[in-house]
């Protein structure tokens, strides 16, 4: 239905006049919040944090004049529309109008009246997601979660060694363990281990970990050394501070198909990089070994901010 936009703008600046900061917006964004001491403080905080009051409105006036239902036809990337019947800031129908219009979209509805996505029943949403990206709803399992999942080695690490010899070897590889981790914390992901002649690490967005992998590639260059990268997402087993499971495996063969300096990525990956920047060269299908199925390699060509 046609919408009185500026009437909807005026609104919100009437609510938020003089109560921003406050938590005014929770009855509106994040109704399970309401009540709930540590949860309204929290959103009051977000307010204060995020924007001034007029700023605020200048943001939902942009919002608001966003429109790209003439473009929704031509995205051609793999896309799930999750959505809350009860959200009191976007009517549902806003949303079955996006799956409806984007070729092939996954379109997810729950009972519910948060605008939030972590409020609420945060897990079915989560399982939506982890469905629609590994095909299994495993993921409300505490003991697994999802992530986008690095491998690294060093090219020809035994020759090095052995023409180095122990103690310079030894120097070297903790200069490219630091490098490593470093770049791997300074994307906001988590070094799992070290696996001798490189390391395993993981990360919560799959851009960050294709630059972190180019930033570790260019990074040992000086050291007279090189590594090779694989990247994969999906769902992990915990076991403690390690990891495990099909989608490690499956990283680490990935890895093992790179050339020198290389950064390798599954198609799943590409699919959720699709609009960051980052390049990708389109490798073809290969067997895994030991991973069952055909996968679709893509070598990363430019990685912005690596």
């Known amino acids: 239905r046609t919408v009185d936009r500026e009437a909807v703008i005026q609104s919100f600046g009437a609510l938020i006049d003089g109560a921003w900061g406050t938590g005014v917006l929770a009855p509106m964004f994040a109704p399970a919040a309401v009540g709930v001491a540590r949860l ?27 429109d790209v239902r003439d473009l ?85 690490s035994t020759e090095r060694a052995a023409e180095l010899g122990d103690r310079r070897w030894r120097t070297l590889l903790d200069e490219h363990d630091a490098l490593a981790l470093r770049e791997i914390e300074r994307h906001r992901g988590r070094l799992v281990k070290s696996t001798g ?31 090779r990268a694989g990247l994969h997402i999906g769902g992990v087993q915990l076991r403690g501070s390690d990891i495990g499971g099909v989608a490690v495996h499956a990283a680490a063969r990935i890895m093992s198909a790179a050339g020198p300096g290389e950064v390798l990525v599954s198609s799943s990956v590409k699919d959720l990089v699709a609009g960051t920047g980052i390049e990708l060269a389109d490798r073809g299908e290969r067997e895994l070994k030991g991973v069952p199925g055909t996968w679709r390699i893509f070598a990363v060509a430019r990685a912005p901010g690596a």
Not at 46 to 59: I, K, M, Q
Not at 93 to 104: D, F, T, V
Not at 199 to 216: N, Y
């Open 197 to 227: 002649d490189g390391v395993l690490g993981v990360f919560d967005g799959p851009a960050r970990a294709i630059s972190s992998a180019t930033a570790i590639a260019r990074g040992v260059e000086p050291l007279g050394i090189r590594i």
């Open 40 to 66: 309204e403080r929290w959103v009051a905080h977000w307010e204060r944090t995020s924007a001034r009051p007029g700023e605020a409105l200048a943001l939902f006036r942009m919002a608001c004049s966003i």
């Open 72 to 156: 929704l036809p031509a995205v051609r990337v793999p896309t799930l529309v999750v959505h809350r019947m009860g959200d009191r800031v976007v009517p549902a129908s806003a949303g079955r109008y996006l799956a409806k219009n984007i070729p092939g979209a996954v379109w997810k509805e729950h009972p519910g009246e948060d605008h939030m996505p972590f409020l609420g029943d945060c897990d079915a949403v989560v399982a939506d997601i982890g469905e629609f990206l590994t095909g299994s709803r495993s993921l409300r399992d505490p003991e697994e979660a999802l992530a986008t999942i690095l491998f690294t080695d060093i090219v020809a």
